[in-house]
């Protein structure tokens, strides 16, 4: 087992600084439950930072959530690629040679993970993953074609809960239709009846 910060750097995020002609555009932590979604988030538009820590994100880039209950990750997509993360999520960007990206989300995505990561949290409310705590988690780093599948395996997961959720979602919408319309039915026969008198 690797310490993350060995195998990824692990950057903060910047303050964002909103101006409607800025030329630069922030993720922030509303959006990456959009990505975890499958959705393209409406990322703010703000002015370039003038910090060095700033890099862009790229492909194979992990997005990690500094703040809430749970640790939110997901690999960087195109609709996020150039833009800067803001100050409630983490920049890891995984050295490829050593990590599959998506086999190192999977990872910090299991609830054992997960559990580790909370206790690295602070303060009252809204509490904050320390970045020092997300940079000392200890990876396991089997064979790169073993993360492959392992990577594999996850996003097959993955995809099968957000299916399960559209079906559930059309499920909902079917199901008040159908009722709505023998509600609406019920009431035309009703009125008709009452015509007919």
């Given at each position: 087992?690797?310490?993350?910060?060995?195998?990824?750097?692990?950057?903060?995020?910047?303050?964002?600084?909103?101006?409607?002609?800025?030329?630069?555009?922030?993720?922030?932590?509303?959006?990456?439950?959009?990505?975890?979604?499958?959705?393209?988030?409406?990322?703010?538009?703000?002015?370039?930072?003038?910090?060095?820590?700033?890099?862009?994100?790229?492909?194979?880039?992990?997005?990690?959530?500094?703040?809430?209950v749970t640790?939110?990750?997901?690999?960087?997509?195109?609709?996020?690629?150039?833009?800067?993360?803001?100050?409630?999520?983490?920049?890891?960007?995984?050295?490829?040679?050593?990590?599959?990206?998506?086999?190192?989300?999977?990872?910090?995505?299991?609830?054992?993970?997960?559990?580790?990561?909370?206790?690295?949290?602070?303060?009252?409310?809204?509490?904050?993953?320390?970045?020092?705590?997300?940079?000392?988690?200890?990876?396991?780093?089997?064979?790169?074609?073993?993360?492959?599948?392992?990577?594999?395996?996850?996003?097959?997961?993955?995809?099968?809960a957000r299916?399960?959720?559209?079906?559930?979602?059309?499920?909902?919408?079917?199901?008040?239709?159908?009722?709505?319309?023998?509600?609406?039915?019920?009431?035309t026969g009703?009125?008709?009846?009452?015509?007919?008198?």
């Amino acid at each position: 087992m690797l310490e993350l910060r060995e195998i990824a750097n692990v950057l903060s995020g910047v303050s964002v600084r909103e101006a409607i002609h800025g030329a630069a555009r922030f993720m922030r932590l509303s959006d990456l439950s959009e990505i975890k979604a499958g959705k393209s988030p409406a990322l703010a538009i703000g002015e370039t930072p003038a910090v060095a820590r700033a890099l862009t994100i790229e492909e194979g880039d992990l997005i990690v959530g500094a703040r809430g209950v749970t640790t939110d990750v997901c690999v960087a997509t195109g609709a996020v690629f150039g833009a800067f993360v803001s100050l409630d999520l983490y920049l890891v960007r995984p050295n490829r040679a050593l990590v599959n990206p998506q086999y190192l989300a999977a990872f910090l995505d299991l609830p054992t993970t997960q559990a580790a990561l909370s206790g690295g949290k602070q303060g009252t409310g809204l509490a904050r993953l320390a970045k020092e705590a997300l940079e000392k988690t200890e990876v396991p780093l089997p064979p790169m074609e073993r993360q492959q599948l392992i990577a594999g395996l996850a996003q097959s997961f993955e995809r099968e809960a957000r299916l399960l959720k559209q079906l559930a979602n059309l499920n909902t919408i079917l199901s008040r239709e159908a009722v709505t319309r023998a509600i609406r039915a019920a009431d035309t026969g009703r009125n008709f009846s009452r015509s007919a008198q």
